[in-house]
């Protein structure tokens, strides 16, 4: 690899060529603040903060001081930089100013106080709040999403939420309005987000830096619940989930903490706590026979996974044609909700108008699931409320709850746990291992010798692969991220690919890198691949289980037994699957 | 019909036919036929403005009825620069100037100076001091001009593709096409020390020499999405010579290897569109355009892209991006157009004016362009001079020429004997200048040294009836309407300068905001991502420089000393100078002026005076008053 | 510079529909084709309402938010119909300094609306236009593309008078 010479503050370093100032910068430990920044996805060098002085070889001598974007700025060979004179820093500090001058500085209840870049940047620099006090942008708050809320005066407009709906997921429902001191992040003609195609896949929350996008706060509705006595309260927590709430209490991306999340949970006063994980393990027994039925029958496919809410309002926007493709069965968070309130109810003797159902999730088109229709196997809906990761980490700081210091405990039964088929549910690719894992062994009617697939996982956006089970080969393919899914599905549709089951998450890299995940920092992101780091705990997880297989899960086939009769039952059908919509644009 | 050129011996042929259709005009005199005069009517969006369209029109009508339409031949061209005085009229061979021309004057030229041979006086141009112009040269406004990239307007007929060949149009393109390698012409354009005359003034041979070290699919693209309020340079060279970018643009595409070129054309130009869309079709028809041009195996086809009203696209990446279809925003430099610029590939974009010279240099030589100018400011510059400016037009000068040149013998002085106070160049990027830099001549280098910027080429005079702080004002809220909004020194920094400009002209400033001015102004030129913003608190920044007792006026005198900032300017009556006509309180529209009991000495009515409460100091009482009793201030 | 959404009811025919749907098809495999079919598009519908959008993304697959982004960017992209007299005072330089702000005034007063806006029977609309290159002539307006120059307020009311009829 060609290198290249830089001094940085006085410390001569090589670097890749081609190499941005920043990150050459980080190679020796200098972080210079970015805000707009998002490494590959969002490279526009709009915000300034990241100014830099630098000083190129003319010929053998060094030319003039310049400030440039570090962030995009490619380093040149003997060049020196300086990343924090006093000119910087003024600089630096004259661009918060600015920022703070248009911003609705309602800090101290700010949902994103101590997690905002925006706020953590002027504390640093010690930024005067009102030395230029003026206009400011006339932008709305909308609360029409049952996901996601908006509020422009919180907005810097960084620009990483639209990199994030346009770039990296391909669907481009915000972006840029207007021009100039105007300019705001909204949608077509300024409508409400509700009314547009929006899948709810908050990458565009993660991305913020500030409290401009938010996920709506449902933990309210949950205390309320946790304190009316004539309700009896549940939760079931999402295979994702423990891996990540540790990152809200200081832990490390890729930390397991199952065991404290569960105590944690427990002390808030819920009449039961639950793994989903079962459920993934139910989603896999019924998905994999219903994929084995349509290969039978001559059925619709390929077939394509259903249990992420954001791709399927994907697929009923942008590829209604395919609806009926999507396997009829309904995400493991609807099948625990229906189970709760139909066979949970009747085992325990209580009126399923009297469970208040929650489930904790890093995603926030849960949100939006939670009020389809068809989703409601009592007559009441599965899920009352659906809570991301983030909320549950506030809610147990809400409650005083010292999280490091608990004790681990264990989920409650009837739904106690999962399989690792079912754990890997929240990273890409894991559905299909899981589904394979099932269907390996139910067609070649024997035990497998090695339960993975190495070839579906991975950050990858699309991954395909073949299996020879027996006289049959199964192809398959794998994407994660909604435009990647497009990609896919446009070769599928072309007739280019030929693959019998999809399995299609809207998030890039799955679930554990949700819209409803702790925030990291734009400093974390662009360092570090959260995506890999956060699969990676639920792969251990997995591997370190001796129940690895859905079909091996006792409380799920005690289900089948007691409950539902056979997967894809009649039963199983009425409680355990659903319907879509073809909504179009 | 257009017939095909598709050789050198073919162009040179139909130079050689077409030769005597322009010869009256440019004094080699040769009647073609029975024409025995050509009549020139200026056809400039200036002159079109102020309607010689309809005098083409009554023309043709008149001539015609006076049965001589075959010895007379109309020709529509682009701008003669003198656009304060349109519509214009030239008649060659005799060159006489009509100003002013109105359709009911049309009878009379025909009548009297067609078929009579009289020309008529009282439409004729005269300057200072009645002495009446006869002719182009004998006048002061183009004595001292040379025109390099306007040697066209006005002398052809720009929708005519023989009249520019016939002005050894094409004959450029000819010449590095069959005797010139890429290397060449690229170092020709090094040579003769061209710079952009968008704004920046970069060097236009560096920066073909580094496209040309690209590979792969190029481009061409020529900026003509002139948006500096005032300016309208590129507009006339579109309007008067099209086929010269056309032309300079093939040449571009030769240099650097690119067979496709893109021009970028406000829409706001409706002539200038149609007067290249018509030349484009006529190249294309003649094969000056398209494949194998001129038998040389080169290729180069063009296309237009139109701006939509937003300033920011003048900035090269802003422009590319917007023809890609998007929102006209900068993004970050490197990578330059050079290496990566339209659509992702190496591009060359130069200004209208920057290809106007080009053809010229190509066939003249390096040194002949070089000759004209200063050390490192080659040639001559087009201005568009506007303000309070007795010549209201379109200049070229060679660099170096002072300002004082341009203002007082070329633009004529300043009217209504006021004096001069300042001048503003570079438009919104640009700064004011002041009356005691004057005698600086006029180059890229010396502009930026006293705080302004050569920029496209606007040049506003103002006087003393002009307040700079609400100048510096007026330009902070062009740049504030037109910031993109993408980066945050500009889109939140600039608005932050015009609030505090607003402070200080509503009386409520206090002298820490001037700190502030400078402060906030240095930063946004520091740290904004593109030109715009990089430009945009000049205006600021040089009347701070130049003009500091006027903003410390409006701050502690609470005064205007030019009386434009209403708020800071009041109306009173001199009681010992009013006769009590009462014109004035008629006059007033909100009723402010009432009668006083005191009666002046020597005179018979009580004075007048002003309630300041009332008072919307529109100054319709100062313009009535003939005794000259109402000051403001 | 904020754009209004427009309160007129929108009166698109099938022939105007037809001609969007042949230039977008005439433009859809260039390059950089957006800007062309917005301008051609606002030709045939004089202004770009929501409707009109939703043909543009849905012939286009460009998402709808995208296309809205780049019309509320340029000046020259309207989501209001012209007034059936449509006045634009030019603001450049030259007519500013030489009093174009009064004029303004003038026809706002006269005419009882505000520069960007139309009047409410959609007769009257009134518009500030930057430089429109007749410097020569300043102050000037354009009432319907004809040019009045060397203009004071004074002359407002006998311009408006004419198309007051």
């Given amino acids: 690899m060609e290198m290249v010479n830089v001094t940085i503050n006085g410390i001569s370093v090589a670097v890749p060529k081609g190499s941005t100032v920043l990150d050459a910068a980080k190679q020796i430990g200098i972080d210079i603040p970015t805000l707009c920044y998002l490494k590959e996805i969002n490279e526009i060098g709009a915000c300034r903060i990241c100014l830099v002085e630098v000083q190129e070889l003319r010929g053998a001598t060094l030319g003039p001081k310049r400030m440039v974007t570090s962030c995009v700025y490619p380093v040149t060979e003997g060049m020196v930089v300086t990343t924090n004179s006093p000119a910087i820093t003024a600089s630096r500090k004259m661009n918060l100013e600015l920022l703070l001058s248009n911003h609705n500085k309602e800090c101290l209840s700010c949902v994103r106080s101590t997690t905002c870049e925006l706020q953590r940047l002027c504390q640093e620099y010690g930024v005067n709040e009102n030395r230029f006090k003026g206009a400011v942008t006339e932008s709305g708050l909308d609360l029409s999403s049952p996901a996601i809320v908006r509020d422009g005066s919180k907005c810097i407009l960084c620009r990483r939420c639209v990199a994030a709906c346009r770039n990296m997921q391909g669907i481009g429902v915000i972006g840029a309005n207007n021009r100039g001191f105007d300019t705001v992040i909204g949608t077509a003609m300024d409508g409400t987000q509700a009314s547009t195609s929006c899948i709810n896949c908050g990458q565009c929350i993660v991305a913020c830096p500030t409290g401009a996008l938010t996920e709506r706060d449902d933990t309210d509705k949950v205390f309320e619940a946790l304190g009316d006595p004539t309700k009896k309260v549940y939760i079931c927590i999402a295979p994702s989930v423990r891996a990540q709430i540790g990152e809200c209490f200081g832990y490390e991306p890729g930390t397991d903490v199952e065991g404290k999340m569960v105590a944690a949970v427990r002390r808030l006063g819920f009449d039961g706590v639950f793994d989903m994980n079962v459920t993934a393990d139910l989603t896999i027994v019924e998905e994999a026979n219903e994929l084995l039925g349509r290969l039978n029958n001559n059925g619709v496919l390929p077939m394509i996974t259903s249990c992420s809410p954001g791709w399927i309002k994907y697929c009923e926007h942008y590829f209604p044609e395919m609806t009926e493709n999507l396997s009829t069965c309904k995400s493991p968070q609807q099948m625990f909700g229906a189970l709760m309130k139909t066979y949970f109810a009747e085992k325990e003797g209580i009126d399923p108008e009297d469970i208040f159902f929650v489930s904790a999730i890093p995603c926030t088109a849960k949100k939006f699931e939670v009020g389809r229709p068809d989703q409601s196997a009592a007559g009441v809906p599965d899920v009352d409320v659906a809570i991301t990761t983030r909320e549950l980490g506030r809610m147990i700081n809400r409650a005083g709850i010292n999280f490091k210091a608990l004790a681990d405990e264990r989920f409650d039964t009837p739904f106690s746990r999962g399989s690792g088929a079912g754990i890997i549910f929240g990273a890409t690719g894991g559905v299909m291992e899981a589904a394979l894992r099932y269907a390996a062994e139910v067609i070649l009617d024997k035990k497998l010798e090695s339960v993975e697939f190495p070839e579906v996982r991975g950050v990858e956006g699309v991954k395909l692969a073949a299996y020879k089970l027996g006289d049959l080969e199964v192809k398959v393919a794998v994407a994660s991220g909604t435009k990647n899914a497009k990609e896919l599905l446009e070769r599928v549709k072309s007739g280019e690919l030929d693959v019998q089951f999809i399995e299609i998450m809207g998030c890039p890299g799955g679930c554990v890198n949700g819209g409803g995940q702790p925030y990291q920092p734009a400093s974390v992101r662009n360092s570090i691949d959260l995506r890999a780091v956060r699969a990676a705990v639920l792969y251990k997880a997995d591997a370190a289980t001796d129940l690895r297989k859905s079909q091996d899960n006792a409380e799920v086939m005690a289900l089948y037994r007691e409950f539902l009769g056979a997967p894809n039952s009649h039963k199983a059908h009425e409680i355990l699957h659903t319907s879509y919509i073809k909504r179009g644009l | 019909m257009i017939e095909k050129i598709s050789s050198v011996a073919a162009l040179n042929a139909a130079r050689e036919a077409h030769i005597n259709d322009v010869a009256m005009r440019v004094g080699t005199n040769a009647a073609v036929g029975k024409i025995r005069k050509h009549i020139l009517i200026c056809g400039g969006t200036g002159c079109t403005s102020s309607g010689s369209t309809v005098l083409r029109t009554a023309l043709e009508a008149e001539l015609a009825a006076k049965g001589i339409a075959d010895e007379i031949k109309i020709v529509t061209t682009g701008c003669f620069g003198l656009c304060a005085l349109g519509p214009i009229v030239i008649v060659y061979p005799e060159g006489t100037f009509y100003s002013m021309v109105k359709v009911e004057d049309i009878a009379e030229i025909v009548e009297s100076h067609l078929i009579g041979g009289t020309v008529v006086e009282r439409l004729e141009y005269r300057e200072k001091g009645n002495h009446t112009v006869t002719s182009l040269n004998d006048m002061t406004f183009y004595k001292k001009q040379q025109r390099v990239a306007l040697h066209n307007c006005g002398v052809i007929d720009p929708e005519n593709i023989t009249e520019y060949i016939a002005r050894d149009g094409y004959q450029a393109l000819a010449k590095v096409l069959t005797s010139m390698t890429r290397e060449d012409v690229v170092q020709c354009m090094l040579d003769s020390g061209l710079r952009g005359r968008g704004g920046a003034g970069f060097p236009t041979g560096l920066k073909w020499k580094f496209a040309m070290g690209s590979t792969g699919k190029k481009y061409v693209a020529c900026n003509a999405d002139e948006g500096d309020p005032g300016a309208f340079m590129d507009r006339s060279v579109l309007e008067g010579d099209p086929h010269a970018l056309i032309e300079a643009m093939a040449i571009a595409g030769f240099a650097i290897g690119a067979d496709e070129g893109y021009v970028y054309v406000r829409a706001e130009y409706p002539i200038a569109i149609q007067r290249l869309q018509i030349a484009i079709d006529q190249a294309k028809e003649a094969g000056l355009l398209g494949e194998n041009i001129l038998g040389t195996g080169f290729n180069f086809n063009m296309s237009l892209r139109f701006g939509a009203g937003a300033f920011v696209c003048g900035e090269e990446t802003a422009l590319m991006t917007s023809i890609e279809g998007n929102r006209g925003e900068p993004r970050p430099r490197p990578p330059f157009p050079a290496v990566k610029g339209l659509f992702g590939k190496p591009t060359v974009l130069n200004n209208v004016e920057t290809y106007a010279n080009i053809p010229q240099i190509i066939l003249k030589g390096p040194q002949w362009f070089s000759s004209m100018g200063t050390e490192k400011s080659k040639g001559t510059k087009v201005f568009a001079l506007g303000g309070k400016i007795t010549n209201t037009g379109l200049v070229e000068v060679p660099m170096g020429t002072t300002l004082r040149e341009v203002i007082e013998e070329i633009g004529g002085g300043i009217p209504n004997g006021k004096k001069f106070k300042a001048a503003q160049t570079g438009g919104p990027s640009g700064g004011c200048i002041p009356a005691h830099l004057i005698d600086t001549p006029i180059d890229y280098d010396n502009l930026i040294a006293i705080g302004s910027m050569m920029g496209s080429g606007g040049l506003i005079v103002m006087d003393e009836d002009n307040c700079m702080v609400d100048i510096a004002r007026f330009f902070l809220e062009f740049t504030v309407d037109e910031s993109c909004g993408k980066c945050t020194p500009c889109r939140i920094g600039t608005r932050r300068l015009l609030e505090i400009l607003d402070k200080i002209i509503a009386g409520n400033g206090e002298m820490e905001d001037l700190d502030r001015l400078e402060e906030l102004s240095n930063y946004i030129k520091s740290a904004s991502l593109c030109g715009l913003g990089q430009t945009a608190p000049n205006p600021v920044l040089s009347t701070l420089r130049y003009f500091r007792d006027e903003y410390v006026a409006h701050i502690v005198d609470k005064k205007c000393p030019a009386g434009v900032c209403k708020k800071l300017t009041n109306y009173t009556i001199v009681k010992d100078q009013c006769i009590g006509c009462g014109v004035c309180a008629k006059q007033c529209p909100v009723g402010a002026i009432s009668r006083t009991d005191y009666v002046a000495p020597g005179k018979k009515l009580a004075a007048m005076e002003i309630d300041p409460a009332k008072c919307v100091k529109c100054g319709a009482c100062v313009a009535s008053c003939r005794f000259k009793a109402i000051v403001k201030g | ?165």
């Fill in chain 3, 1 to 165: 510079m904020k754009k209004k959404p427009t309160t007129v009811a929108f009166r698109g025919t099938k022939e105007q529909e037809e001609k969007l749907l042949a230039v977008i098809e005439k433009h859809k495999d260039e390059m950089g084709k957006m800007m062309p079919i917005l301008q051609e598009a606002q030709e045939i519908y004089g202004y770009l309402p929501i409707e009109v959008q939703k043909i543009i993304a849905r012939e286009t697959g460009v998402s709808l938010e995208e296309i809205y982004g780049i019309i509320s960017f340029y000046a020259q992209f309207k989501l209001n119909p012209d007034g059936e007299v449509a006045i634009a005072v030019c603001l450049g330089t030259a007519c500013y300094v030489k009093g174009a702000g009064e004029l303004i005034e003038a026809i706002e007063q006269e005419l009882s609306i505000t520069s960007g806006s139309t009047s409410a029977d959609g007769k009257f609309s009134l518009e500030a236009t930057r430089c429109i290159g007749a410097c020569g002539l300043a102050p000037v307006l354009t009432v319907n593309g004809e040019v009045y120059g060397r203009l004071t307020k004074k002359d407002i009311p006998g311009i408006l008078a004419k198309y007051k009829a």
